[in-house]
């Protein structure tokens, strides 16, 4: 006994008897009560959320449903010489062929694909271009459902404030130019998200270009072979079906107002290469210009600069990526526009500027969340009669915006 132990603690211990078996069986009772407990409770919490899963995919299924099966669009905002591409190459039984001669051509990830006849296509290293130019990413239910809903919401915010939407999806150099994809592509392309964005986009205010932009190219290059926007008169052709379209949905608007003047010929010149950094320098001559009848009359821009200072911007109404936001007036267009853009907006910057008596232009930021704009609070702050929504078919690799609650 060690000299430090109490006595009473001896006693206690040398009197404390060995628990019974059974004892310490009851010992464990609460444990395994405890833990019956948790398993139901798991359980329980997995049928919870699965059932609220199976729920959720079932009103996106639903979304997708109803919005198909909407009355259709005037056929001025259709191209029904598109037909889809199959589903079924990169999610059925072919997916792990499809996807091992994929693999083979290692290229295909970087910046640069080189096609056939001098044409370039940026790779999966610029917003995942090439899967998406064969459907390699095809998106679940939810990600086209939140696409749709996105826009549903958008118009029905619009409407509301007595504003008309136009949805214009500038199409890829791959819709226009499928038979210039590397020849391993062939068998390889699926539906792309363009596809099932208008397949599934009911009586949405969306605008089908690729239409327009096929019975130019008849006459002239509508994309260049090196660069990946479209050519000012690819842009031209596109804009004149926007017209027709808009003017269908919404009869008497501003839209009604709008000249579009009639091309009298095609200038062509060298392209601006995009490519070059990646090795092609070539410089073909198919960048197309329109020339049209109506004479060009000088439209005034505003440019906001970062620092939130104005200046005057070209006079033809041109507004770059980088100038935005901008605003311009014409004496002799019509109403005004809150247009949502990108860098393919470019192109069509001066043809905007004529068309409105004044443009509001900003970007949509599909590339940056954090920044989107809340168009409806936008649209108000311009005065817009209608809001023009324009963007580059690559950006539905980004997630759709949420609307402002209200």
């Known amino acids: ?36 407990i948790v398993l139901v409770l798991a359980v329980i919490g997995g049928s919870t959320r699965l059932a609220a899963h199976e729920a959720a995919l079932q009103q996106q299924r639903q979304v997708l449903t109803q919005a198909s099966q909407q009355e259709s669009l ?27 001669k994929f ?57 509301k404030d007595g504003r008309d939407l136009v949805i214009v999806v500038a199409p890829a150099k791959w819709e226009l130019y499928r038979d ?33 932009m096929q019975e130019a190219k008849q006459t002239a290059p509508v994309f260049s072979a090196v660069n990946s926007h479209w050519t000012p008169y690819g842009a031209y052709a596109a804009w004149r079906q926007t017209v027709a379209c808009a003017e269908a949905l ?6 009604s107002k709008i000249q579009v003047p009639a091309v009298t010929g095609v200038e062509t010149g060298a392209a601006p290469n995009e490519f070059t950094p990646y090795g092609d320098t070539s410089t073909p001559q198919d960048w197309t210009t329109p020339v049209t009848a109506a004479a060009t009359e000088a439209a005034r821009s505003t440019i906001t600069t970062p620092d939130g200072q104005q200046k005057a911007g070209p006079s033809d109404g041109a507004v770059g990526l980088l100038d935005m936001p901008a605003r311009t007036e014409s004496t002799s267009g019509a109403g005004r526009a809150l247009i949502l853009r990108d860098s393919t907006g470019e192109a069509l910057a001066p043809a905007w500027a004529h068309a409105f008596q004044s443009t509001c232009q900003i970007r949509h930021n599909f590339d940056y969340p954090d920044k989107r704009p809340d168009v409806a609070a936008e649209a108000k702050t311009c005065g817009a009669d209608t809001v023009l929504f324009v963007f580059a078919e690559r950006y539905f690799s980004q997630a759709p915006p949420a609307l402002p609650a209200g």
């Open 1 to 36: 006994m060690s000299a430090g132990t109490p006595l009473h603690n001896v006693h206690a211990v040398e009197q404390e008897k060995p628990r019974s078996h059974a004892r310490r069986i009851l010992h464990f009772v609460p444990l395994a009560v405890l833990m019956v």
């Open 74 to 100: 005037p056929a001025s905002c259709t191209s029904s010489q598109f037909p889809s591409h199959p589903m079924d190459i990169w999610t059925g039984a072919r997916t792990a062929d499809s996807e091992a």
């Open 103 to 159: 693999a083979a051509h290692p290229d295909a990830l970087g910046m640069r694909v080189a096609g056939r006849d001098g044409f370039d296509f940026w790779g999966d290293a610029q917003s995942q271009n090439m899967s998406q130019a064969l459907g390699r990413a095809p998106w679940l239910d939810s990600q086209l459902a939140q696409w749709v809903t996105y826009f549903q919401g958008l118009d029905k915010q619009l409407r």
């Open 180 to 212: 210039q994809l590397p020849e391993w592509t062939q068998e390889l392309q699926g539906r792309t998200h363009l596809e099932q964005f208008l397949q599934h986009s009911g009586d949405l205010p969306v605008v089908d270009v690729r239409g327009a």
């Open 250 to 255: 919404h009869p008497g608007s501003v839209w």
